[in-house]
C-alpha cells in the first residue's frame, strides 16, 4: 500500500494465546524450526482420506470451462470489466500466481496456491487481484473439493485465452492445495514494500552496470524489490531506462528458468491482451488486504476516489492501453511496440510511461464507446525494442505470427507448469499427450516387465557380495541419488538414475571418484541380471535404492535389530539427452548436513541450511533428526571424515550418535580458525581427545527442541525404536518422487 507494510504500526498485540514477548523477541538468531513444521495435517480441514486426483476425475472440466467462460463477460458492478471482458485481468491472476517461481531453490510459483495468503495476497504487484479472486469464488464454491484454488487460478487465465482467440498448448490440473503462508521461503531482507527505493536495498551486492545499476541479484531471488513479481515496470526503481530495465527483466526471467527469446514471447504475449490501471492519484487508495479494516472481508486497496472502480480504478498506477484489440490474440503489441515512436510522459498518478508520438488516438477506452486513446507502452515493455537481443527476437516475432504464438504457446505451458515435477502428476484431458519436454525432467517409459520380491531377494545379497561396496558407501550414494529431490518444484529424486549422469555424478558432495567405484559395481550387478533375464528387467536407479535398502538391513542386523525395510521396484533409467544439465545444476546442495559436508555463509548458518534442506525433503523434526543420527551411525560422511561419527562401531545402525552426544563427560571446544563450524570433543577427566564434530551434530545436543527428540532416540530403550523411525524415515527419502506408484 501507499503507507507501506506494518512494521511496528500494529497498535495492539495481543496479551492472549501467542501474544507478549515471545522467544524469537529474546533471542532472535536462535534456530526456528517452523518450516518443519508447516503443513500439519491439523491445519488441513480435509479428512486424512482425502486424495486430490480422486475428487478432481469427477470434475466436468467441460462444464467448468463453460462457467468461466460465462463469467469472463458476465461484469459485475463490485469491479466492471474493462470492455466487457475479463480475459485480461484473469490473465495476469494466472501469470502472477506462477510468476514467483525461482529455479535455484524450486519455490514460489502456482503449485501450492499461495496467493491467496499473505504475503502474496498483499504484495503490491498483486494490487486488484484479490477482486480477480473474489469473481471466481463462485466458481470455486460451486465445484467444492473437486477443484482446488491452486488450478482454478491458472486454468482461469488459460481459459480466459483461449477464449480469447489464443490456441494454447494445453493444460494440467493436479495443484493441491496448501493451508496456510509457505514460510519456507525467502522473499529477502527490506523491510519496505516496492515501490520504495529501500525495496531494494538488500538484495543487489557488487559491481554496477554500464547504467551505473547494481547487477548482482542475491540468490535465489528472481524479482528485482521486494513485492514485485519480477521487476518494476517504471523501469528500475521508477527511472525510466529501457535498456536498464532490460537488464533486470534478462537477470529476474533469467532466475526463473526462461531464455531470451521465452522472455520476450511472455511479455509480449501477455501484454498482447488488456490495459494497466492508474486513472488517479494513489493517494486515493486503501491499505492492502493484510492491512485492511475487518469490514473489508480480505478484499483491500479501496479506492475513494469517486466509484473507485471502472474508469476510476487504480492497480499499478500505471494508464496504459497496449492494443487496439485488448480481448482478441493478435500481433497488436509488438506491431505497436516496434513502429511507433515513444515519448516519456506520466500517468494521472504521476507515474513515467511512454506514449506514441504522432500516432492517431486509435485504441479503444475500457468502458465509453467511440472514446479513443494513445498508443502507450511500459517503460518494461520499451526494454523489448531498447536490448538487441530482445530487438531481434522482437522482430522475429512481428514478422512471423505463428511462430510467435508457438513460441509463446510453449512458454506459457512452462510458466503455468514448471513447478508441478513428474508427468504423471498432471491430471485431466488437456495434457499434451506424448510430450517430452526437457524442463519435465523426462523419464522413458519401461518397455519390460518390472522386478519381483525374489528378484529383490537376490538382488540384495548380490549387491553386498559385490566388490567396492560398503555399508558407507552403498548409504552415501543412495542418500545422493534420492535427496535431490525437492517438493518445491517437486525435481530430483533417485528415478531416473540421474546421480549416474552430468550434472548429478559430479557434484562434490556425491565424492565423484568414490561414487564411480560404486556405480561401476551396480552397473555390473544390474548387467549380470539384466543378461540373464529377458522381459524382465533392473534399472540402475532401483539398484541404487536397493543398495542402500540393503545396506540398513544389514547394519541394523548387525547392531542386533533385525528389520525388513520396504522397497518399491519401478524405477527408470533415463539418458544425458534427456536431462537438463543447467537447471539441474540448480539440484546440487550447498550443503548436506546429512552427510555433513558444506557449512554455512554470510547468509545462513550450517544448521539453518540443514533445516532448510529437511524442508525440501519434507522432514518432520524428528525424522531430520533420526536421519542425521542414523547416518552418521552408518559411517555417512560425503569425505570419509569422522566428524560426527560418535561411536567405535561405525556402519552398524546403533543410537550411539544420540547417547555419546548427550554424555556430559564429552567435553566440546570449537577447533581454532574454523569459524566456529568445528568442534573437538575431550573426555571430561582425561583430557584425551574422543570425537569431531561439526555444527550439524552439535546442534542436536545445544538447541533446547532437537535436544528434546535426541534424548528420545538417546535413551536405555531407544535402539528399536530408532531402527525402526529411522529406516521409515529413509524410505520416505528414497520414495519422494514415486508419485507413480501414489
Ligand atoms: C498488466 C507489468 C509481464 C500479462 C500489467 C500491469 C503492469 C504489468 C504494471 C498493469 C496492472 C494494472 O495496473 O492493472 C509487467 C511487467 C512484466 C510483465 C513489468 C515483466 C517485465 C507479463 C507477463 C504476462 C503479463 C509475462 C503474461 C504472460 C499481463 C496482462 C495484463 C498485465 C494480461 C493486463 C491485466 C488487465 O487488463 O487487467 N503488467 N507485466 N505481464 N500484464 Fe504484465
Not at 657 to 676: E, K, R
Request: hydrophobic share 35%; glycine share 10%; net charge negative.
Amino acid at each position: 500500500s501507499p503507507e507501506g507494510p506494518g512494521f511496528g504500526r500494529c497498535p495492539k498485540k495481543s496479551k492472549v494465546a501467542g501474544g507478549g514477548t515471545r522467544s524469537e523477541d529474546w533471542w532472535p538468531c536462535d534456530l526456528s524450526l517452523a518450516v518443519l513444521r508447516q503443513n500439519g495435517e491439523s491445519s488441513n480441514p480435509w479428512d486424512a482420506k482425502f486424495n486430490y486426483a480422486t475428487e478432481f476425475a469427477k470434475l466436468d472440466v467441460s462444464e467448468l470451462k463453460k462457467d468461466l467462460t460465462e463469467l469472463q463477460t458476465s461484469s459485475q458492478s463490485w469491479w466492471p470489466a474493462d470492455f466487457g471482458n475479463y480475459g485480461p485481468f484473469l490473465v495476469r491472476l494466472s501469470w502472477h500466481n506462477a510468476g514467483t517461481y525461482r529455479s535455484e531453490d524450486g519455490r514460489g510459483g502456482a503449485g501450492m496456491g499461495q496467493q491467496r495468503f499473505a504475503p502474496l495476497n498483499s504484495w503490491p504487484d498483486n494490487a486488484g487481484l484479490d477482486k480477480a479472486r473474489r469473481l471466481l469464488w463462485p466458481i470455486k464454491q460451486k465445484y467444492g473439493r473437486k477443484l482446488s484454488w491452486a488450478d482454478l487460478m491458472v486454468f482461469a487465465g488459460n481459459t480466459a485465452m483461449e477464449n480469447m482467440g489464443f490456441p494454447t498448448y494445453g493444460f494440467a490440473f493436479g495443484r493441491e492445495d496448501t493451508w496456510q503462508s509457505d514460510e519456507g521461503i525467502f522473499w529477502g531482507s527490506e523491510q519496505e514494500f516496492f515501490p520504495s527505493p529501500n525495496s531494494n536495498k538488500d538484495r543487489y551486492n557488487g559491481s554496477t552496470d554500464i547504467h551505473g545499476r547494481a547487477k548482482n541479484l542475491e540468490e535465489p531471488l528472481s524479482a528485482a524489490n521486494m513485492g514485485l513479481i519480477y521487476v518494476d515496470p517504471r523501469g528500475p526503481n521508477g527511472t525510466p531506462d529501457p535498456k536498464a530495465s532490460a537488464l533486470d527483466i534478462r537477470v529476474t526471467f533469467g532466475r526463473m528458468g526462461m531464455d531470451d527469446e521465452e522472455t520476450v514471447a511472455l511479455i509480449a504475449g501477455g501484454h498482447a491482451f488488456g490495459k494497466t490501471h492508474g486513472a488517479v492519484s494513489g493517494d486515493f487508495i486503501g491499505p492492502e488486504p493484510n492491512a485492511a479494516g475487518i469490514e473489508n472481508q480480505g478484499l483491500g486497496w479501496k479506492n475513494s476516489f469517486n466509484t473507485g472502480v471502472g474508469n476510476n480504478s487504480y492497480t499499478s498506477g500505471l494508464e496504459v492501453i497496449w492494443s487496439k484489440t485488448p480481448t482478441k490474440w493478435a500481433n497488436e503489441f509488438l506491431g505497436s511496440l516496434i513502429h511507433n515512436n515513444w515519448t516519456l510522459v506520466k500517468s494521472p498518478d504521476g507515474a513515467p510511461q511512454w506514449e506514441a508520438v504522432n500516432a492517431n488516438a486509435s485504441y479503444p477506452d475500457a468502458f465509453i464507446a467511440g472514446k479513443l486513446h494513445k498508443p502507450t507502452m511500459l517503460t518494461s515493455d520499451l526494454a523489448l525494442i531498447h536490448d538487441p537481443i530482445y530487438n531481434n527476437v522482437s522482430k522475429t516475432f512481428l514478422n512471423d505470427f505463428d511462430y510467435f504464438t508457438e513460441k509463446f504457446a510453449l512458454a506459457w505451458y512452462k510458466l503455468l507448469h514448471r513447478d508441478m515435477g513428474p508427468v504423471t502428476r498432471y491430471l485431466g484431458s488437456e495434457v499434451p499427450k506424448d510430450e517430452h519436454l526437457l524442463w519435465q525432467d523426462p523419464l522413458p517409459a519401461a518397455s519390460y516387465k518390472t522386478i519381483d520380491d525374489a528378484d529383490v531377494k537376490r538382488l540384495k545379497k548380490d549387491i553386498l557380495s559385490a566388490p567396492n561396496v560398503n555399508i558407507s558407501n552403498l548409504i552415501t550414494t543412495a542418500w545422493g541419488s534420492a535427496s535431490t529431490f525437492r517438493i518445491s518444484d517437486k525435481r530430483g529424486g533417485a528415478n531416473g538414475a540421474r546421480i549416474a549422469l552430468q550434472p548429478q555424478r559430479s557434484f562434490a558432495v556425491n565424492n565423484p571418484e568414490r561414487l564411480a567405484v560404486v556405480l561401476k559395481s551396480l552397473q555390473a550387478v544390474k548387467d549380470k541380471f539384466n543378461s540373464a533375464n529377458n522381459k524382465k528387467q533392473v534399472s540402475l536407479a532401483d539398484l541404487i535404492v536397493l543398495g542402500g535398502t540393503a545396506a540398513v538391513e544389514k547394519a541394523a542386523a548387525d547392531a542386533g535389530t533385525a528389520i525388513k525395510v520396504p522397497f518399491t521396484p519401478g524405477r527408470v533409467d533415463t539418458t544425458q539427452d534427456l536431462t537438463d544439465v543447467e537447471t539441474f545444476a540448480y539440484l546440487e546442495p550447498r550443503s548436506d548436513a546429512f552427510r555433513n559436508y558444506g557449512h554455512g555463509n554470510s547468509r545462513s548458518l550450517t544448521e539453518e541450511m540443514m533445516v532448510s534442506r529437511a524442508a525440501l525433503l519434507t522432514l518432520s523434526i524428528p525424522e531430520m533428526t533420526v536421519l542425521v543420527g542414523g547416518m552418521r551411525a552408518l559411517d555417512a560422511n560425503y569425505d570419509g571424515s569422522a566428524f560426527g561419527i560418535l561411536t567405535d562401531r561405525p556402519g552398524q545402525l546403533t543410537n550411539d550418535f544420540f547417547t555419546n552426544l548427550l554424555d556430559a563427560s564429552t567435553v566440546w571446544s570449537p577447533v581454532a580458525d574454523t569459524n566456529g563450524e568445528k568442534f573437538e570433543g575431550k573426555d571430561l577427566s582425561t583430557g584425551s581427545p574422543k570425537y569431531k564434530a561439526t555444527r550439524a551434530d552439535l546442534i542436536f545436543g545445544s538447541h533446547a527442541e532437537l535436544r528434546a527428540v535426541a534424548e528420545v532416540y538417546g535413551s536405555g530403550d531407544a535402539q528399536d525404536k530408532f531402527v525402526n523411525d529411522f529406516a521409515r524415515a529413509w524410505v520416505k527419502v528414497m520414495d519422494l518422487d514415486r508419485y507413480d506408484v501414489r
